[in-house]
């Protein structure tokens, strides 16, 4: 089966950066987009960001500018490099991929979720 792996969540000061990773594995043939999203406590999750394999990006209005997107095709990675941290992305950050699987095909995958804190 798929497994999603993020790392690089934590502790950052207003302003601050920080880059998230998640890598895929399994039995995977191929991958097409993969995005980020987040939740807040008390809030509904929303779309981040996203990228297709061809590298075609989509961004949340109020990451615009601060967040970017990238991914590593031939170690199956999507990255999220975030800067200029507000107070208000604090969520727990979650990866997403469109995965095409061997023998299983196509499906939706979800990583556990990472969690950033911006704080002072």
């Known amino acids: 089966q798929v497994q999603l792996v993020e790392s690089g969540g934590g502790l950052v000061q207003p302003g601050g950066s920080l880059r998230l990773s998640c890598a895929a594995s399994g039995s995977i043939f191929s991958i097409g987009r993969m995005g980020w999203y987040r939740q807040a406590p008390g809030k509904e999750r929303e779309l981040v960001t996203a990228i297709t394999r061809g590298g075609s990006t989509t961004y949340a209005e109020s990451v615009k500018g601060r967040f970017t997107i990238s991914r590593d095709n031939a170690k199956n990675t999507v990255y999220l490099e975030m800067s200029s941290l507000k107070y208000e992305d604090t969520a727990v950050y979650y990866c997403?991929?469109?995965?095409?699987?061997?023998?299983?095909?196509?499906?939706?995958?979800w990583g556990q979720g990472t969690q950033v804190a911006v704080s002072s």
């Open positions: 997403n991929a469109q995965i095409n699987l061997e023998i299983r095909g196509w499906g939706d995958y």
